[in-house]
């Protein structure tokens, strides 16, 4: 989802937002086909005019899993980045990357929680240092952090 400066399609990002918190039964993060999905609706909806305006945001405690819901394998680990090699991606991590290349957008993590730190390293290989925010959890402070954090990103002064 998306919207011009005009904010035309804001009602719809914000109702997918919901939906997509209802939907979400706290125990995974598909970190890999989140990814690969949000690249290839940059594709669908032809806004890869302005690579300066195209971002993802991928909000994480940056524990990377495989499928969601009812397809949950919960012994299925995608490793993204090599943890015994940090800052090195895998195969999955190297694809990710090379998606994001391609269409020029950038990737912004905002990890989300105490695991995120105990988890960063399993990230961290996909985006620039930079472009890595922690916050400690969802509290009404920490909401107005993370607006701010993508306030800043979307609408540089």
Do not use: H
Request: with cysteine; hydrophobic share 30%.
């Amino acid at each position: 989802y998306y919207f011009f400066n005009d904010q035309t399609n804001r009602d719809g990002i914000l109702n997918a937002l919901e939906n997509e918190k209802l939907d979400w039964d706290k125990s995974t993060t598909d970190t890999y086909n989140a990814i690969i999905r949000a690249t290839d609706m940059f594709s669908e909806d032809g806004v890869l005019d302005n690579p300066d305006q195209n971002f993802i945001f991928l909000v994480t405690d940056g524990e990377p899993n495989c499928g969601i819901g009812e397809n949950l394998d919960s012994n299925c680990q995608q490793e993204l980045c090599d943890e015994s090699n940090v800052g090195i991606p895998t195969n999955y991590g190297s694809e990710l990357i090379q998606e994001l290349e391609e269409r020029d957008i950038k990737l912004y993590i905002l990890g989300i929680g105490d695991g995120f730190s105990e988890n960063k390293d399993k990230v961290s290989c996909l985006t620039e240092d930079e472009y890595i925010e922690e916050i400690s959890g969802f509290t009404e402070q920490e909401f107005k952090l993370i607006e701010e954090i993508c306030r800043d990103i979307l609408c540089p002064s």
